[in-house]
C-alpha cells in the first residue's frame, strides 16, 4: 500500500528504479545486514529510512525490502539470513 509520507509526496514517489529498503523506524536496526549481503552480490538497494511507526503497522514489520515493480519481496524486524533474503528477492533461489 502507498501512504503519504509529506505534504505533497507518497512513499512510492520516494522508490527509485531498483530495490528499495523500507525502514519505518529510525535507528538501530538489521537493515545493515540485508545492504552489505546485496552490495556483495551487486545488488543495489536504496536504504529509506522513515520514522513512521503507522508503516509498521501497515506493512506488519519494521523493515520492507520493494523490489523494483513495487511488489514486497521481504519484510520483518530482524534478519536471520541476509544472503537467503537477498537470493530470492533477485530470484536466485
Known amino acids: 500500500p502507498n501512504v503519504v509520507v509529506s505534504e505533497d509526496e507518497t512513499l512510492?514517489?520516494?522508490?527509485?528504479d531498483g530495490f528499495t529498503l523500507v525502514d519505518a523506524v529510525a535507528g538501530p536496526?538489521?537493515?545493515k545486514l540485508l545492504l552489505d549481503e546485496a552490495e556483495l552480490v551487486g545488488v543495489p538497494v536504496?536504504?529509506?529510512?522513515?520514522?513512521d511507526p503507522r508503516l509498521c503497522q501497515l506493512y506488519g514489520h519494521?523493515?520492507?525490502?520493494?523490489?523494483p515493480d513495487l511488489h514486497i519481496s521481504w519484510s520483518g524486524t530482524t534478519v536471520a539470513?541476509?544472503?537467503?533474503?537477498?537470493?530470492?528477492a533477485r530470484g536466485a533461489r
Open 12 to 16: 512510492f514517489d520516494q522508490f527509485g
Open 29 to 31: 536496526s538489521d537493515a
Open 46 to 51: 536504496r536504504h529509506l529510512v522513515l520514522d
Open 62 to 67: 519494521r523493515l520492507v525490502l520493494v523490489r
Open 81 to 88: 539470513n541476509p544472503a537467503d533474503v537477498v537470493a530470492r
